[in-house]
């Protein structure tokens, strides 16, 4: 099955230690992207990569770091610098070949930090 | 800076009821518009995909419709059912292609057996 997967589902940690989400595709998608939800904020955008090797930064990028060594994998660092890191954080793919852009999600990561 | 937002951001309705869910955005130079189901706490589905040339998109009882020109967006669901209790989120595309999309806040529906 293709698809998206985010590991792990729930995530604690203490405020001060950085932590490191995984984000994996199979879709064989070019772009791939980083999510945050917020209640009642609905998503906003923190990182997305067109490319293996080259990534941009979203709306939130203050004090979370990625890298994009391979195609199929887009994890993301929350470093003990973002000051509100409590949060659902939902990983991306789109196609870019094809013309469409529809975009696929995973089933997403609950961070939280106390 | 493109904005989107949802009207209404809650809705409650009895089972059997057509309805719409509307969405605006500020700067009708969009490349798509894309629909999306979130159960609660989990990931987005994607529901129906309207690229900028298009005026409307369907999916069994769900039909989304387009009017770049004006910058909205409705989806229309028809005969709902208790299983179309969700939050539904709507989302546009700049033209730059590859370049992530801005959400509205969604509309939480509850459909009431």
């Known amino acids: 099955d293709g698809g998206i997967t985010q590991s792990p589902k729930y995530l604690f940690r203490k405020e001060g230690q950085n932590v490191t989400l995984s984000c994996e595709q199979n879709?064989?998608?070019?772009?791939m992207y980083w999510y945050r939800q917020d209640p009642g904020q609905g998503l906003r955008l923190i990182y997305y990569?067109?490319?293996?090797?080259?990534?941009q930064k979203g709306d939130i990028a203050e004090g979370y770091s990625v890298s994009r060594e391979k195609k199929e994998s887009f994890p993301l660092t929350v470093t003990s610098a973002q000051k509100n890191p409590t949060a659902f954080y939902l990983c991306a793919s789109t196609p870019t070949s094809g013309g469409t852009y529809e975009q696929y999600f995973g089933p997403g990561t609950r961070l939280t930090v106390t | 800076k493109q904005e989107v937002t949802q009207i209404p951001a809650a809705l409650s309705v009895p089972e059997g009821e057509n309805l719409v869910l509307n969405c605006s955005f500020t700067?009708?130079?969009?490349?798509?518009l894309q629909w999306f189901r979130q159960d609660p706490g989990k990931g987005l589905t994607s529901l129906l995909l309207i690229q900028s040339s298009q005026r409307e998109q369907t999916s069994g009882r769900l039909n989304a419709s387009l009017d770049k020109s004006s910058g909205r967006s409705t989806l229309y669901i028809a005969a709902s059912q208790p299983g179309d209790s969700a939050t539904y989120l709507c989302?546009?595309?700049?033209?730059?292609?590859?370049?992530?999309?801005?959400f509205g806040k969604g509309t939480h529906l509850i459909i009431q057996p």
């Open positions: 990569s067109q490319i293996v090797n080259d990534f």
């Open positions: 989302a546009v595309r700049q033209p730059r292609g590859a370049d992530g999309l801005t």
């Open positions: 700067d009708s130079a969009i490349y798509n």
């Open positions: 879709l064989n998608h070019d772009a």
